[in-house]
């Protein structure tokens, strides 16, 4: 699918972080209507690659592109504007704001949209239209998430970076963003997504990367991935097949 439409480009990206490399020579593609996630143990540098991609971290070597474009060296905001947006792992929402205010917040850069883009969040996330006027503290863990995205998605994105989108939450709340990320999908936006939830994310995923100690390893569909003996064996090495199997 490279081939179709790619909308962001990661080329020999090495980013370093507090003097140590965290990041060598990282190659990757996302084109226009995929999911893709990128996999690995902890500290294998699967956020430093979304942030650097954000505009959060500057790497010192490589390029990146977005609808053909740099956007390495532009900053954080910028990036945004350009319809790139990270969303951190985390329910990170402000609690002594209502539901519709940390929303509003989202819409600083699509202000134009904020009325458009606030029907099509409630649209696809009817528990926050419900609680729009609750404290956002007062959500449960899963609303919380839930609201993080929405967040997100009000400043309008053509690519939406999620970082481990299912940590925290409870098993049926994970099978619900399941089927909310390929509404999202359905609706133009492409997305990708980094956590620990390995085989729920590759299982959603219509490419993937294997990262480990900063160096891409492996390259497949989701399902490929979760077949491959070098990937299992790695997996197997860090978690139980229990732990695997959590949804």
Known sequence: MDTL?????????NVYYKGIQVLQQVNLTVCAGQIVS?????GSGKTTVMKAIAGILRPVQGVITYQHEPIQTLPAHEVVR????????????FPLMSVLENLEVGAYVARKKRNDLMSFVFEIFPVLAEKRRKMAGTLSGGQKRMLTIARGLMSNPRLLLLDDPFLGLAPKDVNRLCNTLKIIRDHGI????AGQHVRRILRVAT??????NGKITLVGTGEQLL????????????TSESELEVV
Request: aromatic share 10%; net charge positive.
């Open 5 to 13: 439409k790619p909308l962001m480009k990661v080329c020999n990206l």
């Open 38 to 42: 990128i996999v690995g143990p902890n």
């Open 82 to 93: 350009r319809g790139l947006v990270y969303v951190s792992e985390g329910m990170n929402v």
């Open 190 to 193: 492409t997305l990708f997504l």
């Open 207 to 212: 490419k993937a990367f294997l990262i480990e």
């Open 227 to 238: 077949g491959h003996p070098h990937f299992r064996e790695i997996l197997f090495g860090l």
